[in-house]
């Protein structure tokens, strides 16, 4: 795919996008590239009348897990996930599961890898840029990678390499730094906590 920047501000056809709509290489909107949370349907339709009874019924069993946990209803953020079961990812779902699966790969990797190894992780890792269907996110990871190379010399090396570009992430998005010391990066993601 494309892989050029994104647009949020100009829309050459209708009018202005809503926050956070993020358009793709075509002009069009992106739904890989946006948060479903920023997609909002038509007030009046029937889609719109299910998703608002099937979020009453989230929050409802929010509330009912709240009290069955001894927690102050009062105080519980009911933030609610519409979604049906079968619905595609969005840019967040699929990044989560994205994360998941790097970062635990890389938990797995070997101290010590082959050449063979090294080529097939180099080559897992170039890939991202060209295949990523989040066309802006593949774009920002992959003008990275060419100022910070994946380091696929050890465990450690690519445990740390993919912490600090998922922090890069972190930053652009306004979100909290994680600690990349080994240690905490294998107990997020391969020996859990010690207790
Ligand atoms: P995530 O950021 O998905 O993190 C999942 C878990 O990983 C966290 O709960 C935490 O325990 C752990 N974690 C957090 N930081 C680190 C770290 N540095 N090292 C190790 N573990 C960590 N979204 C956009 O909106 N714009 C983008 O440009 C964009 N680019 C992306 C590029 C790539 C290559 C990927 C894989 C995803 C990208 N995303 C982007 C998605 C974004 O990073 C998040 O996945 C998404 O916003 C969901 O965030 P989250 O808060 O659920 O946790």
Request: glycine share 6%; charged share 20%.
């Amino acid at each position: 795919p494309d892989v050029s920047s994104p647009t949020t501000s100009s829309n050459p056809s209708t009018a202005p996008l809503p926050p956070g709509m993020i358009l793709g290489p075509d002009g069009k909107p992106c739904k890989i590239c946006t948060a479903f949370r920023h997609w909002k349907p038509p007030k009046d339709s029937s889609k719109s009348r299910k998703q608002t009874q099937s979020a009453s019924v989230g929050a409802t069993s929010a509330v009912m897990s709240a009290l069955a946990f001894g927690q102050n209803v009062a105080q519980t953020p009911v933030e609610v996930d519409t979604r049906p079961d079968n619905c595609p990812p969005d840019v967040e779902v699929l990044g989560r599961a994205t994360w998941t699966f790097l970062h635990t790969t890389a938990a797995y990797y070997p101290e010590k890898p082959t050449p063979t190894q090294r080529a097939n992780m180099l080559m897992l890792l170039k890939s991202l840029p060209v295949l990523y269907p989040c066309s802006h996110c593949a774009s920002h990871l992959g003008e990275n990678m060419k100022t910070s190379p994946p380091d696929v010399s050890s465990r450690y090396g690519l445990s740390r390499w993919l912490c600090l570009q998922h922090n890069e992430v972190n930053e652009r998005l306004g979100k909290k730094k994680f600690d990349c010391a080994i240690e905490k990066l294998d107990e997020r993601w391969k020996d859990g906590p010690s207790d």
